[in-house]
C-alpha cells in the first residue's frame, strides 16, 4: 500500500529509546569508523555496548549478546542522532578550545601592555 506509514517495531522503539538515552549521556563514548560507516556507544562503566552498521543493530554485554537486521531507514536515522550529538558536542568543545584561545591572547596582550 503506498503512502501507508509503518508503525514502529516493539524492537525499534526499545532501540531508539536506548540510544536517544545512551546519547544524553556524557560519559557514553561515541564512536564512528568513517570508511566502513560503522557506529559505536560503548558504556564501559556497565559495559553494554552498541554497534550500529548497516542495517544491523547490534547490543552486547558479557551476559548478553542482541543482533538483529532492521529497514536500512530505520538504522540510518539512529546514526543521524548520533551525527547530530557527535556535531553538537564537537561544537561545544570547539567554543571551548576557542575561548581558551582568547584568553591567553589576552592575557599576553595585558602582560604586554603593563610591562
Avoid: C
Amino acid at each position: 500500500m503506498f503512502g501507508k506509514k509503518e508503525l514502529p517495531t516493539k524492537d525499534e522503539l526499545y532501540i531508539r529509546d536506548i540510544v536517544i538515552e545512551y546519547l544524553k549521556n556524557k560519559r557514553i563514548v561515541k564512536e564512528v569508523t568513517p570508511v566502513s560507516g560503522v557506529y559505536y556507544l560503548s558504556n564501559f562503566d556497565d559495559d553494554i555496548f552498541i554497534m550500529l552498521s548497516n542495517s544491523t543493530v547490534q547490543i552486547t554485554n558479557h551476559n548478553f549478546f542482541y543482533k538483529k537486521s532492521f529497514a536500512i531507514g530505520f538504522v540510518d536515522r539512529l546514526k543521524q542522532l548520533v551525527n547530530k550529538t557527535i556535531e553538537d558536542e564537537k561544537e561545544d568543545f570547539r567554543k571551548k578550545i576557542f575561548s581558551n584561545e582568547v584568553d591567553l591572547l589576552r592575557g599576553i596582550f595585558k602582560k604586554i601592555v603593563n610591562d
